[in-house]
């Protein structure tokens, strides 16, 4: 008999959702998408924990690496891409696997998820070692291709951490450390793209954002770091050195592109002339 998952279960106060209207469905998403926000604020001292771990990979030279599929994977995806512009670090340092490679990340990729062999070959062709770090999500927690993610993860020494919804499930029983946000049965049985890959996408950007403010990446709440890819980032890095500094924002243009665009180096040159 197939073990019974909360995220399989039937969630008895939407069980006669195609008679409800409009306005009823929405009130009965958001209702239980706000359980995923207290899913979340229970497991801090969790999340904590993870944050050193991944604190110490990244500022001893290693390695963040997230796998998942599906959902997940997708959500693993998006966090690690969106690291480089909004805080200046490598992309080789915050990688990203999703099962079935990248014409998964806008389709589904039928089977990719049951595959126990692409994720290891994929971690391995990386050079997956012990200064690494693995984060395996999965909201089953019992996602094959994840899983022998994480033993390839062990057998090369790296340090790992679990994201899943469903305690003792093999994935949490595996990872060094396990964060388990209980978000239950979904509106609809079983589509766990929704509290579960909210719950998923909060823990991820917790993570994210509290590793790159301890390792120097944000001055105040500032991101002294972004890569001024576009307009609007242009014009936001000049904002922060008008903010941040007696510059006016002609003067603080012109110091950004003296600079290549780094707020960063523009930062420390300043500082150098004045304690020069």
């Not at 915050?94 to 994720?119: F, P």
Request: aromatic residues 2%.
């Amino acid at each position: 008999m197939q073990e019974k998952r909360s995220t399989e279960a039937i969630l008895d106060a939407t069980r006669n959702l195609d008679r409800c209207s409009a306005a009823e469905i929405l009130a009965a998403i958001h209702a239980e998408d706000a359980m995923a926000v207290s899913a979340v604020g229970v497991l801090l001292p969790q999340v904590e924990k993870a944050v050193d771990v991944l604190a110490c990979t990244l500022g001893g030279g290693g390695r963040w690496i997230n796998v998942g599929a599906g959902t997940s994977g997708r959500m693993g995806a998006l966090d690690s891409a969106e690291l480089p512009p909004t805080f200046g670090i490598e992309p080789s340092r915050v990688q990203a696997i999703v099962a079935g490679g990248a014409r998964a990340l806008s389709r589904a990729v039928e089977g990719a998820e049951d595959d126990v062999y692409a994720g290891p070959c994929e971690l391995r062709r990386r050079g997956l070692g012990a200064g690494d770090a693995v984060v395996a999500i999965s909201a089953s927690g019992h996602t094959p291709f994840v899983l022998s993610c994480l033993e390839e993860a062990h057998s090369a020494g790296a340090r790992t951490i679990a994201i899943t919804c469903v305690q003792d499930s093999p994935l949490a029983e595996a990872a060094e450390i396990a964060i388990v946000t209980n978000t239950g049965a979904e509106v609809i049985a079983g589509s766990t793209r929704m509290k579960a890959g909210l719950a998923q996408k909060m823990v991820l950007h917790l993570l994210s954002t509290t590793v790159m403010v301890q390792l120097g990446y944000v001055k105040g709440n500032l991101m002294t770091h972004l890569v001024p890819g576009s307009q609007k980032l242009r014009e936001r890095a000049i904002g922060i050195l008008e903010s941040t500094t007696q510059l006016n924002s002609e003067q603080a243009a012109r110091l950004l592109d003296e600079h290549g665009g780094s707020v960063a180096d523009a930062l420390a040159s300043l500082e150098k002339r004045i304690t020069g």
